[in-house]
């Protein structure tokens, strides 16, 4: 039996603030609005992107390719409405754009693309690409002495790809300690648990062996998430993979550890209904 | 020709500081010259493919000029979703030296036979496939690459190649080059089906065919315009490849000229390798050979070809 880590119980019980919860609405007005939407792979994500795009990242909406930027890339793809919901709150694009969700001409589509989205520094949505792209971002900021950081947030299904490796094993072996890997570990894929699919632990374990500082934390709690992301490197001359222990649909607690919510293509009124109750009027 | 692309890399590593040459586990000493010179530059990566082209996508990304080899199968079958996605989509300017294209490893068998690689880098949005046929025409076509758009596949052959390729006919990505005039057949080649090209014009020449050769260099984008105005007059296109009969240079040539002649096609005779892994073991050269790629056996293809089409064929033309 699997010893469940203290993150992971304060994942389920924490409580959300009114910015968090205002984030969830903007990702289920997409939804609402598209018809459809990984719902799930969001909500779990949210207050990792809150975090990064609030407190961490050195951006400036206006100038979203400026050299100095940091970078992140949002590997698990399909977590994008999050992303969208903070990229447009920042200004990288209108929030009305958020409402044109998958449809036809919108910049904003079921996976992000570079080129499409302001802010988007990689397309994504095939899984186990996105470390190995941050590797090459943080190599390429070694060779020519840059100072920008750059930060990839994975999900725990994701890492079942080998790639995810092969790039652990590259970063170690370039002691990138400018690269920063983000495990969204809310325990549930597509089909069901990770430990069920593919086990993943010892989690913590895998990321020290393959030459990562690790941290652990609640990943909902945002005050662990600003004190870890503002202490990076964890270790000087190491990457530093930080598993955010979370909860798949957390905040809406008919999706909460719900597969079912991993993809909706339809939301209910009954579902809307509670949505409501769950994260106010949207 | 491998060591002259190699050599190049270097060469243009000394003139361009965006150049990176990136292996994952090659042969002992590998640019060792580079290695010493430029030691950040040279990056040894391990047997990673599918890493090493998402890596070289984020170094591409910050301005470098990748240039990533391994053996072809490797750099095309084991990471083709990187390749699609984080080189295509992305359209970045990565290369792919892929060693031994074709049946240059012919002796280690079919895990190393790079026998469908010109059709999925073909079908791939973005994508530059070339096929040079020499080590001289693999030089001209290096000192092309540092600043072209997008990713480009270079299929390397064996080394040790004829030198056919000359100075005079110059070099550009994208553009033929017509090797021997158009006669009663025009061969169309790439990368080392040259060398038979031309020794199957002789042997025509001496049955009093005339044998034209258009060495298509590049198979994307394909120089359909120089294609169009080779082959107007002729009797017959054949297109010899080392290659399976999907999706290569003998369907390119297909497609661009049923998109570009509609229903005046000319009779076209493809020669390639079968549909099938090869067993068998050898060399390339013993196997081009089962294969009915020797230049006597084209010549005997292209002659039996000319003999059954019917004389009145719809003479080509050019639209």
Redesign the interface.
Known sequence: MIQISPHAEAALTCTLDERSLYLRRLVLASVRSAGRGHVGPALSLIEMVRVLYDDVLRIDPNNPRDPARDRAILSKGHGCLALYALLADRGFFPLSELNGFCGPDSILGGHPE??MVPGV???T??L??????????????R??ERTYRTFVLLGDGEINE??VW??A??AA?HGLDNLVALIDYNKLQSYGPTDYVLPLEPLADKWRSFGFAVQELNGHDVGALRTVLKQVPAVPGKPTAIICHTVKGKGLPAAESNADWHHKNKLTDSELDAIRVAVGDF | MRNTAMNMVHKLATRDERVLYIGSDPGAGTLRAMSKEFPKRHLIEGISEAHIIGMSAGLAMEGFVPYVNTIATFLTRRCYEQVAVDLCLHNLPVRLIANGGGLVYAPLGPTHQAIEDIAIMRALPNMTVVCPCDADEAARLMEQTLDWTGPIYIRLGKGGDAIVSKAEHGFEIGKAILMRPPGDVVMVTTGIMLQRALAAADLLAAQGIRAGILHMHTVKPLDTATLLQAIRGTRLVATLEEHVPSGGLGSAVAEALIDKLGSGLPSMLRLSLPDRFMHNYGSQDSLLKKHGLSASAIATSIERALAASHPSSPQLHST
Do not use: D, N, Q, T
């Open positions: 570079y080129g520094e990689a397309s949505g095939a186990g690409h996105g470390l190995s792209i941050g590797v090459g971002l943080a190599l390429a900021a060779m020519r080998g790639s092969e790039a094993m590259g072996k």
